[in-house]
């Protein structure tokens, strides 16, 4: 029979902005951010113990979502895109999800081993969940946060019009 995992010991927490420019909403875990002029990013940060992330959950819920888009912004592809990657203490990078390539719409999140993204329509919002399974990209083995490691999102444009965009990472204290 398998240890019984305990409420401590399981982690579910949002990506929160810890630089740049915040959302209309005042929430720092709302990712729809104006950083056209200035890079916003937002982590999730593991201070006093290491982190086994199993998933990282994506959400966009936004009018006429399409994969030739990031989201459903109007004005289709980002110009400068985003990043995705796994920063150590100094801020050296440890990990490019993406390989230096920046997301710019909605289809990229395909280039993520073990993505599932099943857009559902509907007539006032579009709900676009991206549910990105690390365990099932490393051949079952979650990816390992060291003590002060650092998960980051970069905004690099507009994305203010964006209705609803949170990210939730999953995993366990070890």
């Known amino acids: 029979m398998k240890k019984s995992i305990v409420p401590n010991e ?14 209309a909403s005042g929430q720092d875990t709302d990712l729809n951010t104006d950083s056209d002029a200035e890079d ?9 113990h290491v982190t ?29 895109g985003c990043l995705f990657r796994v920063v150590d203490s100094n801020g050296g990078m440890r990990l490019d999800f993406l390989d ?7 289809a990229d999140f395909a280039a993520l081993a073990g993505v599932d993204a099943i857009l559902s329509a509907e007539a006032s919002s579009d709900l676009l969940p991206v549910r990105f399974s690390i365990f099932k990209a ?11 490691f650092r998960l980051e999102w970069i905004n690099r444009d507009n994305l203010s019009s964006i209705d609803i965009f949170r990210i939730m990472v999953q995993g366990m204290v070890e």
Request: proline share 6%.
């Open 100 to 106: 230096g390539v920046p997301i710019v719409r909605s």
């Open 10 to 23: 399981l982690v579910y927490s949002y990506l929160k902005r810890i630089s740049g420019p915040q959302s």
């Open 40 to 48: 916003t990013v937002f982590a999730y940060r593991n201070p006093s």
């Open 138 to 148: 490393s051949m079952d083995r979650p990816l390992r946060l060291e003590r002060n």
């Open 52 to 80: 086994l992330i199993s998933r990282i959950n994506i959400e966009f819920v936004d009018n006429a979502i399409r994969n030739d888009r990031f989201a459903g912004m109007a004005g289709g592809v980002l110009a400068s």
